[in-house]
């Protein structure tokens, strides 16, 4: 029978200053059961005896932070989170860009878990922009989780989820191993994405400026000061007219951080502002 594990309360205080101190993921002791449920395979995989043996570990192994923080960041997305997102990108963002003719782009998905999307992004952007071989077209994709990274690089996905994509982009933009079932995402659409390693609270090596961030469903777990930090970081590294991404259920409204609101969740930087 697997051995069962208790996290008390001591030692689920220090755990969460870890993670905090780590990410500014703030766990509330509502987390408790799932802080314990999570971090009980590293224990089984370590072969610990208990809560307190696994947090002597910690003080001793650097890398057991990183698998820690992989186990505790909650990863979960899809492709085309949030149809509105993707309307507003095909029906003002693309448009701006193919009128203005601009020739690079940067867009940002700042806590792009396993990949879904940045690359979802990236097959709307091969959708509209017809010519954009001809031109410098990035999206950087960032996690703090060095295993969602590591899946999103290899961008392979069980059939559910890529069954969300509509049918036309899942016949161009993915294609099917036979055997295994599983859909490559193509390299057309990996080769417009930069997936890196970046926990948004350090020094950002970065200089943008980006025409869209989209930072969704991340900032949930923060608090209201470094939340609000980050949206100050997010608007200085927008280019003038840029716009800011949030999840729907993360409004922004009423706060002080010099973005206008333009419809939920989505946020513009005013024209006449440099960088
Ligand atoms: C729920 S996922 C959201 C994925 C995607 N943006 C979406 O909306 O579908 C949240 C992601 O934020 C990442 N994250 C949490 N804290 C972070 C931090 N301090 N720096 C960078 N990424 C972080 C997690 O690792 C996780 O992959």
């Not at 969602?148 to 016949?171: D, I, N, T």
């Not at 079932?181 to 200089?207: A, Q, T």
């Amino acid at each position: 029978m697997l051995q069962e594990y208790r996290l008390g309360m001591r030692e689920f205080r220090r755990i969460s200053a870890l993670v905090y101190e780590r990410t500014r993921i703030n766990l509330h002791e509502g987390k408790l059961p799932l802080v314990q449920n999570r971090l009980t395979k590293r224990l089984r995989m370590l072969g610990l005896e208990d809560f307190r043996s696994y947090l002597s570990y910690l003080d001793h192994d650097e890398s057991e932070l990183e698998a820690m923080v992989n186990a505790i960041t909650t990863n979960y997305t899809c492709f085309f989170r949030e149809q509105d997102h993707f309307d507003f990108l095909r029906e003002v963002v693309m448009p701006t860009i193919i009128e203005n003719d601009q020739r690079k782009v940067r867009f940002w998905s700042a806590g792009c878990s396993t990949g879904e999307e940045p690359y979802s992004l990236g097959m709307e952007l091969l959708e509209r922009i017809p010519d954009i071989r001809s031109r410098d077209v990035l999206i950087l994709a960032t996690d703090i989780s060095t295993r969602a990274l590591s899946a999103a690089v290899q961008g392979v996905y069980p059939p559910e989820p890529v069954f969300k994509c509509q049918p036309s982009y899942r016949k161009r933009y993915f294609s099917e191993d036979e055997r295994s079932g599983m859909f490559s995402v193509s390299s057309e659409v990996k080769r417009l994405v930069r997936f890196r390693y970046l926990n948004l609270f350090d020094p950002w090596p970065m200089r943008g400026p980006f025409d869209l961030i989209m930072c969704r469903n991340v900032m949930i777990y923060f608090e209201h000061a470094p939340k609000m930090e980050l949206v100050r970081r997010f608007r200085s590294i927008l280019r003038p007219g840029g716009y800011l991404f949030v999840g729907h259920s993360e409004s922004l409204t009423g706060e002080d951080h010099g973005l206008r609101y333009v419809k939920p969740a989505i946020y513009r930087k005013p024209q006449s502002e440099e960088v």
